[in-house]
């Protein structure tokens, strides 16, 4: 039997490499082009944006950097925040749109 060369290692790409390849797409305008110049086919791009939409690329918060994952916690506390001071509004409106009986 003849020696097959062993199977190319598919090369692992890291957060900031796709973060960086993410912005170089949209500020191109192109995957295409993104995908030329980083020398990384296209479909890998398309891959990284489509996973980048759904909320499963929000749940991995540890392929965030520091300092976004930082921000991230920051706007949900916030969210959080907001969310209770609505609810709080909104009881209020309704106790005080209430006439008194008489």
Do not use: C, H
């Amino acid at each position: 039997m003849k020696d097959s060369p062993p199977p190319a290692k598919r090369r692992r790409y890291d957060a900031a490499f796709r973060a960086e390849a993410l912005r170089l797409a949209a500020e191109s305008r192109s995957t295409q082009a993104a995908a030329r110049a980083l020398n990384i086919d296209p479909k890998r791009i398309y891959k990284w944006q489509k996973e980048a939409l759904t909320p499963v690329a929000a749940a991995r918060g540890a392929e965030l950097d520091p300092a976004t994952a930082a921000e991230l916690r920051q706007l949900r506390a916030a969210n959080r925040r907001q969310a209770q001071e609505l609810e709080i509004l909104k009881k209020a409106i309704i106790i005080f749109s209430q006439t008194p009986d008489q």
